[in-house]
């Protein structure tokens, strides 16, 4: 994977990204609010933004680690089962981040060997002015991941065209009353999945479908079929990891309260399969010989997290460089984790002394 943008370019789409926040149409939301005058829309973001977190991460797909994640606050969704809850609807409680420390950070985490740069969220779209006016003060251009709910505005549109190297695209929903009923969404099928198909047309697109329990034949089935008859070569990461949360868990006759059992998720792979899509990750453009990581990262208030299943399956969630020596003694013939080493090198300095705040940061 290659940066296909240039500085020069980038400070003017960045200039178009500025305008769009006042009155803010970046999303398709088009709330019109003046979020550079204190208003709030929907995501409840103002003109800055909050980085909630940020570490080099192992645990996305091959093709794209190690990413640089880094973690915004804010989106435009209001899932019920959302992990990231907190950030998106108590936004206020998030450290703001000033853009030119976020890019020293991001130039510090490419020399630790980051390879990509993902912006995570929430959804980046709603913060892709401050995203823009930090890739701004970058010397270089890493290639560019947008992890992200694709519900860019079609103002907003050109912006990410020629700028984004690969989309990670979250795709749950297979029908508008889902969407409506989980995430507050009325046209989810107008809004999605064209976006996605779109972009997936020109730029390396990995579509995520987190398999939701109860939800196999109203969103699974109908989310694989579309796959199948539009773009049935694209790079599908079926998830697992579906969590009940306690928003979830009050509800007890919901099967969103329960947590997916194998029977479904093997049901799911069942239909990708049968539908003859691509689970599996492909041949990455770089190397991946013998990665070395920087023993010890400071990512701040959201961990690397090692669960053990019903069925005594390892699941280990973020994974960062403080992790892999434990994963590996947990799980010593685990061949994807053959590949990491822990090196000599000392931590990495925190962002935080440098500037001499009190406050978690990035
Ligand atoms: S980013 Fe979207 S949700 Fe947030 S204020 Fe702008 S239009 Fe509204």
Not at 112 to 125: R, V
Request: net charge negative.
């Amino acid at each position: 994977m290659s940066a296909t943008y240039r500085q020069s370019t980038v400070v003017t789409k960045a200039k178009l990204a500025d305008d769009l926040l006042t009155p803010c149409r970046l999303c398709w939301r088009e709330c019109e609010v003046d979020r550079k005058n204190g208003e709030l829309g929907d995501c409840k973001l103002g003109a800055e933004i909050r980085c909630y977190n940020e570490f080099i991460h192992y645990g996305e797909e091959q093709e794209i680690i190690p990413t640089h994640a880094v973690f915004l606050s804010g989106c435009n969704f209001r899932c019920r089962f959302c992990s990231e809850w907190k950030h998106v609807v108590k936004v206020e409680n998030d450290p703001i981040i000033k853009v030119e420390a976020l890019a020293t950070r991001i130039a510090e985490r490419q020399e630790q060997g980051a390879q990509t740069l993902s912006f995570i969220g929430g959804t980046p779209d709603v913060n892709m002015a401050g995203i823009l006016e930090c890739l701004c003060k970058l010397a270089q251009s890493p290639a560019l991941v947008w992890n992200s709910n694709m519900t860019w505005s079609t103002q907003s549109a050109p912006i990410l065209r020629g700028l984004v190297d690969s989309f990670v695209a979250d795709w749950k929903f297979g029908n508008d009353l889902c969407g409506k009923k989980l995430a507050g969404i009325d046209e989810h099928q107008s809004l999605v999945p064209h976006r996605i198909l779109k972009v997936a047309e020109k730029t390396f697109t990995i579509v995520r479908h987190l398999v939701m329990p109860g939800h196999i034949n109203c969103c699974t089935r109908p989310v694989l079929q579309q796959i199948r008859d539009k773009a049935p070569g694209i790079r599908l990461n079926l998830m697992d990891q579906y969590q009940s949360v306690p928003v979830t868990s009050a509800l007890k006759s919901d099967p969103l309260s329960k947590s997916l059992s194998a029977e479904e998720f093997a049901l799911a792979e069942k239909h990708a399969l049968d539908y003859g899509l691509c689970l599996e990750s492909r041949e990455p453009s770089r190397s991946f010989e013998v990665l070395e990581i920087e023993e010890k990262q400071d990512s701040v208030g959201f961990e690397s997290k090692i669960t053990i299943t019903a069925d005594g399956d390892l699941v280990i969630e973020n994974l960062d460089a403080s992790m892999i020596e434990l994963a590996n003694q947990l799980a010593p013939n685990d061949e994807s984790l053959q590949r990491f080493k822990l090196p000599s090198k000392g931590p990495i300095k925190e962002l935080r002394e440098e500037e001499g705040r009190d406050k978690p940061s990035c």
